[in-house]
C-alpha cells in the first residue's frame, strides 16, 4: 500500500464510496444528499492542509474503475488563528477494502504528516459513538476520549448517540 497526495484523476474513484459512505448517515456529520462538488470542496481541502489517497500499489495504474484507491484522508488545522496548532483529519475507507489496515495506515500517516508539520496535537471533533471499529482504532493509536457530546448524531438505526472528541498528543 502506498499513500500519496490526491491528484485531480483519483477524485473519480473516492467520489463513489465517499458518496455511499456520506448516504448511509452512520459515520459522517455531512448531509446525507450532499452533492458531488460540496462532497469535492469538502474533501479536497487546500493548504496548509492536504488530502491524501491510500493506493494499492500491486495494482494496474490504468484501473479506471477505482479499484487501486483504497481509501482517501484529509488533514488541516483543527482551527484558526491561537487554535491553529491543533491539527485534525477525516478518513474514509472504501467498504470494498476494509479489513485491510487502510484506515491504521492512513491514521499513522496524518500523525506523521502532522508531526511534521509542527502542531502538537490531533483532535477528533465529531466521532460517532457507536462507529466502534473506528473509536478503537483511534484508541490503539494513542486517542483517548475527552468526552462525548450526548445524542449528537441522529444515526439512521441507532437514533439519537453521543459524538466522541478524541484528542492525542503529538
Given at each position: 500500500m502506498l499513500i500519496r497526495r490526491v491528484t485531480a484523476d483519483d477524485w473519480s474513484?473516492?467520489?463513489p464510496f465517499l458518496h455511499r459512505i456520506v448516504a448511509a448517515g452512520e459515520t459522517y456529520t455531512y448531509d446525507r444528499d450532499v452533492s458531488e462538488e460540496q462532497a469535492r470542496r469538502l474533501w479536497l481541502v487546500p493548504p496548509p492542509g492536504q488530502t491524501v489517497?491510500?493506493?494499492d500499489d500491486n495494482a494496474d495504474d490504468n484501473d479506471d474503475d477505482g479499484r487501486?484507491?483504497?481509501g482517501t484522508a484529509k488533514m488541516y488545522p483543527n482551527?484558526?488563528?491561537?487554535?491553529?496548532h491543533v491539527a485534525s483529519a477525516s478518513f474514509m475507507v472504501d467498504p470494498r477494502h476494509t479489513g485491510r489496515g487502510v484506515g491504521r495506515?492512513?491514521?499513522g500517516h496524518t500523525l506523521d504528516w502532522a508531526r511534521a508539520e509542527g502542531y502538537r496535537a490531533m483532535q477528533f471533533n465529531a466521532v460517532v459513538e457507536t462507529n466502534v471499529g473506528a473509536v478503537a482504532l483511534w484508541r490503539s493509536l494513542g486517542f483517548e476520549v475527552l468526552a462525548t457530546v450526548p445524542e449528537a448524531f441522529n444515526h439512521p438505526q441507532h437514533g439519537y448517540v453521543g459524538l466522541h472528541?478524541?484528542?492525542r498528543r503529538l
Open positions: 474513484a473516492i467520489w489517497v491510500a493506493v487501486n484507491v483504497l482551527q484558526g488563528g491561537p487554535g491553529a495506515a492512513l491514521g472528541i478524541m484528542h
